[in-house]
């Protein structure tokens, strides 16, 4: 690639892009926040076959970068949902006429924030279903294979940097969608099901198929196809299908809800659910299940005052 790729935010899926472009000798640097202690130049990583390696990654930390005032030419934003306006706010001054973000949050409704730094034609959506989590902040562990589906609000032809990224072997397979939105709403009706509930049950994305979980998933799933069905979405029908097979699929994975959950972060709820919700209600749409999923999450899990990543 002719240009660094810029990684903002060191969670389990930055530092799963951070390694595999290193590997692929991709110039890239990760940005952290300055709350975080990444302290050792050794970063761990646990491939699909549970080996262990470490590497050396490259990484500035926010408050030095809001001192450098070099452009950046191109950012995967990898941090979470909530904190996608202040990791912004952190590099705007190094963000120009040509910077292009890629947003790698769950959800959807984040342009809305990210038109505020680049213009929207310089901004990107990618769904991501690669699940990986981390066993301490510089620690990860790659837990099921996906892809990386990226694409475009605005019409416009693959960019330079994308076909870049395809041709090299990253082993993350990154695909090209000229449709964006429905491939964003697929990704957010999975989030919508899977997130809460492996948070609210505290287990891992395999276990949701469990006997005692199952009538909860299934109801959730139905009403979410419905739901689909209703919006017209090509893949409504297949929705159960698409469901289970992410699930199997991340089995082994901790959903990042859950991981967020646990170590009392604020959690992507708004951005999935919440988006999911006020469309429910937009469309008048009967989704009981989906509220009553919203309220047992908030119970268990009362918003949090403190923002942190
Ligand atoms: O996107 C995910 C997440 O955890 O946010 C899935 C695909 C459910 C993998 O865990």
Redesign the pocket.
């Known amino acids: 690639m002719k240009f660094t790729v810029s990684i903002l935010g060191a969670g389990a899926i930055g530092q799963l892009l951070a390694h595999k472009l290193t590997d692929a000798s991709v110039e890239c640097q990760l940005i952290v926040s300055d709350s975080d202690k990444y302290d050792s130049p050794d970063w761990q990583f646990r491939d699909l076959n549970q080996k262990v390696s470490s590497q050396q990654l490259q990484s500035t930390a926010h408050s030095s970068s809001r001192k450098d005032s070099s452009p950046l030419v191109l950012v995967f934003v990898c941090v979470k949902a909530p904190q996608l306006e202040s990791a912004l706010d952190s590099i705007k001054h190094r963000l120009h006429d040509q910077s292009q973000l890629v947003l790698f949050q ?1 959800g959807m409704g984040h342009e809305n924030v990210a038109s505020h730094y680049v213009s929207e034609q310089n901004i990107f959506f990618a769904s ?2 690669h ?1 990986a989590y981390r066993e301490s902040s510089q620690s990860l562990v790659y837990a ?1 294979a ?1 892809k990386i589906i990226v694409g475009a609000f605005e019409q416009q032809s693959t960019p330079e940097w994308f076909n870049q990224l395809q041709q090299t072997s990253t082993g993350l397979t990154f695909e090209w969608s000229a449709d964006i939105q429905p491939i964003l709403w697929r ?1 957010l009706l ?2 919508a099901v ?2 809460p509930l492996t948070a609210i049950h505290r287990c891992k ?1 395999g276990e949701l198929l469990k006997e005692e979980y199952r009538t909860q998933l299934l109801a959730l799933i139905n009403e979410s196809r419905q739901f689909a069905q209703a919006m017209q979405f090509d893949f409504a029908d297949d929705l159960k299908t698409i469901i289970l097979e ?1 699930i199997e699929q ?1 089995a082994d ?1 901790y ?3 859950y991981q967020d959950a646990m170590a009392e972060r604020m959690t992507e709820i708004n951005a999935i659910n919440g988006y999911l919700l006020d469309q429910i209600q937009a469309k008048a749409f009967h989704a009981p299940h989906h509220w009553a999923l919203w309220s047992q999450f908030h119970i268990q899990y009362p918003p949090l005052k403190k923002l942190t990543e």
């Open positions: 769950n991501n279903t699940g099921g996906g990704k999975i989030n899977v997130n994305n992410v991340t994975n959903s990042s809800m």
